[in-house]
């Protein structure tokens, strides 16, 4: 096609959809944590959506798995368990000698496990509902308003079913994954690795129904992961996946296998074409893995492709640039914060942007890092915090951080902290009282 004049859309006043103290744009992991927890601290609260469904990867994305991970606590606590009231969370202990050394942390009941997404999205709706959080689904953010300053967000602008519109708030937490309502406010951001700037690969996670489950495991204890039958596969031209290995569990449902073991590299999550290719072939290998699977591993013979995710899974976009930058020497370091918000103990966990290997060194023996406050409040901006992946990190400290349950711990604590600034009719995220916002925090079950 050839360049296009630009089209000029004319000037316009947007009608205003909806107005509320604290607006979260963003449902998953730290969507959920900000919006709950503002919601439960007294502020009115809007969250929007773009799909039809809370949890984001936990849910479109489909990522049925939840592992190693002890230290967030609080909101994504009470999730698991609502989830294992349900018979929908299947505990795993196998693991945390691999992940985590040889000695749980005190009291860790439960670290890791499979769940049902369907009965997630359920239980998510409902823990909304219950603070009184409104939720808008089927909404994007497409624009932002600021101040005469520039320091202050005032509002965004939304598309839906209705058109465009206008949200107005007080606070504004970008819980987008990919920072989007933050890179709209003209806030400064990393992409990548410093070398190239190569983004960690994407996954389509998908399900296998129809499995027999003991026959299976029987099989996994000598051949983790179906690592020699995938690298005889390969060798014999069956598989192009570019890992080494398959990354597979048992679901909660009988028969149900959950598998993250795909690998789509060379794609930009915040580009519309790749993510578009990024879909076809995650399909694409998803359908060659299940033929593999199928062909060679003892109890899958009969298995039936289920369902795949309905958005592929995306580990690493933008990085927003805040008060504090978490690096790869703080995770590693286990460092500790006096602004911190959440505790971590998922390890750097690179997968090779251009290889078939993931890089990962565990942190033992209940150690933790953790994560402080001034990583979330943006730099520039007085109203504008960031509870999800896209926090102030390096390329490493990111593959730490980027951990569902961490994301989920950090945006609890973002939301309590805008709760307390609505409270106190604070002008700034830099003048809420720290010891205040974790006394909070360990009431609600958090870990600080």
Sequence with gaps: MNQQTPFTLPARELQILDE?????????????????????????????????????????????????????????????????????WNEIR????????????????????????????????????????????????????KSVDGRRVTGVAVQSKQGLHGIAGRIFIDSSGDGDLSALAGAQFEVGRPSDGALQPMTMIFKLDNVDTPCALE????????????????????????????????????????????????????????????????????????TFMRKNIPGFAHAVLSETAAHVGVRETRRIRCDYTVTGEDIN?????????????????????????????????????????????????DNLLVASRCIDSTHEGHAALRASPQVCAIGEGVGTAAAQMIAGNLTSAREVNVPALQQALRDSGGLV
Aim: proline share 4%.
């Design 20 to 88: 509320a103290d604290v607006v979260v744009v963003g449902g998953g992991a730290g969507g959920i944590g900000a919006a709950i927890a503002a919601a439960r601290g007294g502020a009115k609260t809007i969250l929007i959506e773009r799909f039809g469904t809370l949890g984001g990867t936990w849910t479109s994305g489909l990522l049925g798995m939840i592992m190693v991970n002890w230290t967030a606590r609080g909101i994504f606590e009470e999730f698991r368990r609502r989830l294992a009231t349900l018979g929908a």
């Design 94 to 145: 196998e693991s945390w000698e691999y992940w985590g050394g040889d000695v749980p942390p005190e009291d860790a009941a439960s670290y890791e496990g499979t769940y049902d997404a369907e009965t997630a999205k359920i239980v998510l709706d409902e823990m909304a509902a219950e603070a009184g959080v409104q939720i808008y689904y089927f909404t994007q953010v497409v624009d932002v308003f």
């Design 219 to 290: 099989y996994l204890k000598d051949d983790g992961g179906c690592r020699r039958a995938w690298q005889s596969a390969k060798t014999r031209g069956e598989l192009t996946v570019p890992r080494d290995c398959a990354v597979l569990n048992p679901g909660p449902k009988a028969g149900q296998w959950m598998f993250n073991s795909t690998r789509l590299q060379g794609f930009d999550g915040t580009n519309t074409r790749d993510v578009s290719s990024a879909m076809v072939e995650g399909r694409r290998q998803v359908a060659e893995v299940t």
């Design 333 to 381: 370091g286990c460092r500790k914060h006096q602004d911190v918000i959440a505790r971590g103990n998922w390890p750097i966990d690179v997968h090779n942007p251009n290889g078939e290997t993931t890089q990962v060194k565990p942190i033992r023996n209940g150690a933790y890092y953790e994560i402080p406050f001034r990583s979330t409040t943006v730099a520039g901006f």
